[in-house]
């Protein structure tokens, strides 16, 4: 004898071994035993075989006509078989009995289940509705395919278009537009940024990198509205005696910071440090500060910035020169021979600002030659009369920078210069991505570079420690120890920064770019008028949640501004590849390749990437790579090694920060694509959802 069973929603049928009167043992065609309760077992045959009767009711049951089904079936609980009986004949057959069994429970739109082989059927408006929905979903997934095909054929319809960034990387999964983009790329076999691509949905790679940042970033856009810079109401007194200068790049508008040096000759000489103060005019929960806290600091990319603030309002509190400006200056008296710190005094006043000297026109000039030579190389008239005190400023820096490297424990290396990328071209507000790009190095610690640092690392370790002495909370930086594997981090207590080598740190020299800079200004701003009762008066007071809030949410914005940043000086240096048919370069090993990638650096351009043929070549080793294919939708290139440059010389010395940053920068371009899901289902294999 054979049963036809339920088994949790499937129906089996076997050959019957024993049988009980609450179960039975039941073989299946495959040869497995199981022990089947008599509650569901469904019909008892002697004839066909299980397979054969489910083969042919199966055929009968795609034949059945539901709504008829529906319409015969009574009003009250029924059974299969009563409802067989009713459709095919007085005496229907077995495979006609289980036609409706599987008919029945395969149509619950229809008819509901009651019970083990009992049904009961839907009121009529529940039907129309199911019937309505069932007709939405075959027109939607017509919908799929039809834009599935295009995409495989290389045509991208124009609702995938639409969806192009949300598809990729924050889609909805059950959208029709997220699910043809997966039915293509497992039909055609293609990764899903290679499909699209070929389909034309990207109209170029620059565009692609712009709209997708754009996308997760700044979905209202960039503009600002309408919103004018508040008047600073305080009467401020004018700096006695103080002509600053400031030192920047020529693409710098937002010039956040200036020196002055006063008293050379006396035995004491003030240093003067002077930052922007917006923060006397922008108060917290103002309409600009909504809009600075929104997007916490300026945009930086090659050819192009996305401001803090906006542009009339920068230019009314930037450090100008050719007039007064109003500043927060903080003042540091050193003995002019041993350069010990004498006193420090913050002022809130106007500070005339006598000139912008721009690191890449005087780089050349101003270098440690003209800086500790009297009769050094002549340098413009307004420069020249900068040379005393730009001299006492640079030996100040040295002495700076050597007293943190002793509390630091070891020198700070600097392997890597910084690189300027300058693009030729740029028709509008900004790129295309056709421009001709420019890249020029700028070494780390140059004088001028060596100047401004130190200054600003005094001033944020002076202000920061200030703040912590009268109790007004702020938000530092700090690192635990130079260990590895130990980050920087940002918090709201004053802790040691071992990186930098200083008790406090906290970022004050920024306002017109960094929100946190904004945000401590206020806190410096109460310390300057109020001295010990500061923490009363202070916007934040100590444990306000705000600031936490504010941390969160400026690491966040921070993290994603940088990446786009280093994509996008990837993103020109491949470009400049291209423009210049570099086919091989010079480079140096960051990571060896032991079970992981191999990766080089470019000695010449800011570039990492992933070799073959160097197996065996420990860290630092210099060799020359061989460029293949450059693909600027994912960043990606790739070499091979085709000549070891140093073979007797001993590796370089890396910093692991450094090479961290690197391996990060060389990732491939993660997207939210997930082309494994439903493979189960499907019976599609499955496919990497990231770029190659």
């Known amino acids: 004898m054979y049963v036809l069973f339920d088994e949790a929603g499937k129906f089996l049928g076997g050959r019957v071994l024993s049988d009980a009167e609450s179960s039975a043992q039941v073989e299946l065609d495959s040869g497995k035993r199981v022990k089947v309760k008599a509650a569901n077992i469904l019909l008892r045959f002697e004839k066909p075989a299980p397979a054969e009767l489910i083969a042919e009711a199966r055929g009968l049951a795609a034949g059945m006509d539901l709504q008829l089904a529906w319409e015969f079936a009574p009003d009250e609980e029924f059974g299969f078989a009563e409802l067989a009986a009713d459709y095919f004949s007085d005496k229907p057959t077995l495979a006609q009995q289980a036609a409706a069994l599987f008919a029945l429970f395969e149509a619950p739109h229809y008819f509901r289940r009651a019970g083990k082989g009992r049904f009961k059927k839907a009121p009529a408006e529940i039907v129309q509705q199911a019937l309505a929905a069932i007709e939405k979903k075959k027109a939607v997934q017509a919908q799929i ?27 909805d999964k059950n959208a029709p537009e997220y699910k043809a983009v997966v039915e293509a790329s497992r039909k055609a076999q293609r990764a899903p940024l290679e499909l699209l691509e070929r389909a034309g949905a990207i109209d170029s790679p620059y565009e692609f990198h712009w709209k997708r940042f754009l996308f997760e970033n700044f979905p209202k856009g960039t503009g600002f509205g309408t919103l004018e810079a508040p008047p600073i109401a305080d009467e401020l007194p004018l700096a006695e005696g103080v002509n600053a200068f400031s030192i920047d790049d020529s693409q710098t508008t937002e010039i956040d910071d200036a020196l002055s040096v006063q008293g050379i000759g006396s035995g004491t000489v003030t240093v003067g440090i002077h930052i922007a103060a917006p923060g006397l005019a922008i108060s917290p929960a103002s309409a600009l500060d909504q809009v600075a806290r929104a997007r916490m600091s300026t945009v930086y990319m090659p050819g192009h910035k996305i401001t803090m603030l906006p542009d009339a309002v920068v230019q009314t509190y930037t450090l100008l020169d050719g007039g007064v400006r109003p500043a927060l200056s903080l003042y540091v008296r050193f003995h002019e021979d041993t350069l010990d710190v004498v006193g420090t005094e913050t002022r809130i006043e106007r500070v005339n600002i006598a000139l912008n000297l721009r690191h890449d026109q005087l780089d050349e000039v101003i270098d440690a030659a003209w800086l500790t030579q009297p009769d050094g190389s002549p340098a413009p008239a307004e420069v020249e009369a900068l040379r005393v005190p730009l001299s006492f400023l640079f030996r100040l820096a040295k002495h700076l920078k050597a007293g943190r490297e002793a509390m630091r424990g070891k020198p700070e290396t600097f392997s890597r210069p910084d690189y300027n990328f300058r693009l030729l071209g740029v028709a509008g507000d900004e790129p295309t991505g056709a421009e001709q790009v420019q890249i020029s190095t700028r070494r780390r610690g140059a004088p001028l570079d060596l100047i401004v640092a130190e200054a600003m690392i005094l ?16 938000l530092y930086r700090s690192q635990a120890s130079l260990a590895p594997g130990i980050k920087v981090r940002m918090g709201t207590k004053s802790l040691p920064h071992a990186g930098l080598g200083v008790k406090s740190y906290a970022w004050s020299t920024s306002p017109l770019r960094r929100y946190t800079d904004l945000v401590n200004q206020w806190q410096i701003i109460a310390a300057a008028r109020h001295g010990r009762t500061a923490a009363l008066a202070a916007p934040f007071k100590p ?5 936490f809030s504010i941390l969160s949410g400026f690491d966040a914005a921070y993290s994603s501004y940088n990446a786009y940043q280093g994509s996008m000086e990837r993103f020109w240096t491949l470009k400049y590849l291209q423009q210049q048919n570099i086919q091989e370069l010079d480079a140096a090993l960051i990571k060896d390749g032991g079970g992981g990638e191999t990766l080089v650096r470019a000695d010449a351009l800011p570039l990492v990437l992933p070799v073959l043929g160097a197996q065996g070549l420990p860290r630092g080793s210099r060799v020359r790579v061989r460029l293949g294919d450059i693909d600027l939708i994912a960043l990606a290139v790739t070499g091979t090694v085709v000549e ?5 010389s001993a590796p370089q010395t890396l910093d692991d920060t450094e090479a961290d940053d690197d391996m990060a920068a060389a990732g491939p371009l993660a997207i939210a694509v997930d082309l494994s899901e439903g493979d189960a289902e499907a019976g599609a294999p499955a496919a990497a959802g990231a770029a190659p």
């Open 459 to 474: 001033a944020n370790s002076t202000w920061g420690g200030w703040l912590a002495e009268l109790g007004v909370p702020a």
């Open 543 to 547: 444990k306000d949640s705000e600031l």
């Open 145 to 171: 395919d039809e834009w599935a095909a295009a995409l495989a054929q290389g045509q991208c319809p124009p609702a995938i278009r639409e969806q192009l960034y949300k598809i990729l990387f924050k889609p």
């Open 644 to 648: 070891h440059l140093d073979p007797n």
